[in-house]
């Protein structure tokens, strides 16, 4: 078995600031995700990355930046924090070619913006 | 517009009913349809999954309805266990290398 590791598990921060987010994976994928979950708007894909340095957009990359410098690991970057802005980030994996495309998840990151 | 929509929204049973989750998609080259359980406080986790060649996939209390042409699936929770009690998303994908489009979940509550 293996584990994602998503930290911080909490994050406060001040409108305008820069927050960097962290995933850590010791499942050998080669594809990891990052997801973002609102209460009553489901999981919406923020960026995702095949292999170590690739990077490609999702559906809500505006505002944000990633970066893959590892296989295990996978970084995410809120550029300008919203105020009142209230939010998991859920980090993902999974095989590349696989048959059943299964993700496994991590516990999410909770980020609280004043 | 969302891709994958789910109903209901929320969902009360009692212990030993079946509970009945719906979903539906727009997009007709999605071929792969997971759905995850998540609980409070954690990432979601599959649950069950099935493709676009398949009409039923069962495991345990678990089953899962396709109907490819009208673009609906539903999941039934047969003997519904408190412990059930979870919020269920319908995903889907054409290639899930690129990621799963997620519905809105069902939250389903189980009374002892």
Known sequence: GGIITQTPKFLIGQEGQKLTLKCQQNFNHDT???????????????????TENDLQKGDLSEGYDASREKKSSFSLTVTSAQKNEMAVFLCASSITGGDTGQL??????????L | QQQVRQSPQSLTVWEGETAILNCSYEDSTFNYFPWYQQFPGEGPALLISISSVSDKK???RFTIFFNKREKKLSLHITDSQPGDSATYFCAASYNYAQGLTFGLGTRVSVFP
């Open chain 1, 32 to 50: 990891m995700y990052w997801y973002r979950q609102d209460s009553g708007k489901g999981l919406r894909l923020i960026y995702y990355s095949i």
């Open chain 1, 104 to 113: 496994y998840f991590g516990e999410g990151s909770k980020l609280t913006v």
């Open chain 2, 58 to 60: 069962e495991d345990g």
